[in-house]
């Protein structure tokens, strides 16, 4: 039953108000990427955001632990165990605004588009909301700060002198500029920057090199998550060697981004044995329930699918990920014969968006995306789509500027 309480500013704001926010002539930053941003904003109530923040540190508090790690890397590929001290850089944590609250979906260990949320928010004109922006006026010094000291966490003395960003043909890659942006503001700082494919590298005399130059530090956006595919092959060696410091490295991505472990963390049985105080159990209580399918909950699971949704272990980027009402005894059969976690369906809320190329608004679903390191916010931003996962293909939507009411 649709509930009948009074709308809160924010949602009523996501509802009534058509303003837009995106200046006209963007950024420098943001000129080939316009497609990437909504011009509409999304608000967020104060007591929303402050509970996001609360998950994330209870979150960060779980999977630090020696427990939760102890189980979760006892299950993982042999990599995993390599790579201790740095804290990976941009880590993102996913939610859904519910009717219950916020409910977070998923965390990622190489989110992508912090920069051009940056770029986005310094694009902003004003309106007549009372809002505070999510922006963060340090936003390029925290990130200085934040590579700087993940050299150093791994016990690195000397100045951090080169870094690497580096994905699968990136020339190609869908956010191929925010890496020239990376590169920029590294530059800026005395940091060397190269952007490469992972085949470019060699490992050779203890030293990762890529055209002779050393590299110091990995900026790794590639999903290859492991290390696995043969163009890994110097990255990989050389990681094991603690010959450069990769961020975020396979460990990250074992404690935090591994679908798995989704249902270890929406477990208050399992939170408790290992430890989670009550506090930090109530605190993940509004996480959306999941489990790994397996042949032994497989019936169960196939009844109460229209409350489901799933997603593939090996997944990223929404890909292979079916909403249970959607599925057929076909596709019933391919999750089956693979490996993926079902998570309880937590629809989002809409904001009524415009565009440059419509008139009126258009009720869009909203995925909020919390970047931080060490578990503190370096950025916040909301992304418009329609569909049944986040893209960048839906007219009026993209990358939206959050502000909190």
């Known amino acids: 039953m649709q509930s009948t309480a009074p709308l809160s500013k924010a949602k009523w704001l996501n509802q009534n108000c058509a303003c837009t926010s995106l200046e006209k002539k963007p950024l420098p930053e943001l000129e080939e990427a316009g497609a990437l941003f909504s011009q509409t904003p999304v608000f967020i109530s104060t007591d929303d955001f402050k509970n996001m ?5 209870a979150l960060e508090a779980v999977i630090g632990s020696a427990a939760f790690e102890q189980q979760v890397l006892a299950n993982a590929p042999q990599i995993a165990a390599s790579g201790v001290g740095p804290s990976s850089v941009f880590m993102g944590y996913d939610f859904h605004l519910c009717e219950d609250g916020p409910k977070l979906i998923e965390i990622n260990t190489n989110a992508g588009g912090a920069f051009l949320v940056d770029a986005l ?102 999903v290859d998550f492991y290390l696995e595919q043969p163009n890994h092959a110097a990255l990989r060696d050389a990681f094991i060697a603690n010959a450069m410091v990769l961020t975020p490295n396979p460990r990250h991505h074992a404690l935090y981004a591994a679908k798995q472990n989704l249902a270890i963390l929406s477990d208050p049985l399992h939170l408790a044995a290992l430890g989670a105080t009550p506090g930090q159990i109530e605190t993940l209580s509004l996480m959306p329930k999941s489990n790994v399918v397996n042949a032994d909950n497989a019936e169960e699971l196939w009844s109460a699918r229209k409350k489901m949704f799933f997603k593939p272990l090996a997944g990223h980027g929404g890909k292979a990920v079916y909403r249970g009402d959607k599925i057929t005894k076909k596709t019933w059969a391919h999750i089956l014969e693979h490996d993926y976690v079902a998570q309880e369906l937590a629809p989002p809320e809409t904001r009524n968006a415009k565009s440059d190329t419509e008139t009126g608004t258009t009720p869009l679903k909203s995925d909020i995306r919390i970047f931080t390191y060490q578990g503190n916010m370096l950025l916040a931003a909301a992304r418009l789509y329609l569909g049944q996962t986040t893209n960048f293909r839906t007219v009026g939507g993209g990358f939206a500027p959050i502000y909190v009411t």
Request: net charge negative.
């Open 53 to 57: 923040e609360a998950q994330i540190q």
């Open 121 to 222: 928010y310094r694009a902003q004109d004003v309106c007549c909301w009372n809002g505070e922006p999510a922006g963060n006026e340090a936003f390029a010094q925290d990130v200085i700060n934040m590579f700087r000291n993940e050299w150093r966490s791994a016990k690195h003395g000397e100045e951090l002198k080169t870094v690497a960003i580096v994905d699968e043909d990136p020339t190609k890659q869908f956010l191929h500029g925010e890496f020239l942006i990376v590169a920029e503001l590294l530059e800026k700082h005395g940091i060397k920057a190269v952007i490469a494919d992972p085949a470019e590298f060699q490992f050779t005399g203890g030293k990762l090199l890529h055209n002779e130059v050393q590299v110091d530090l990995v900026y790794n956006r590639s």
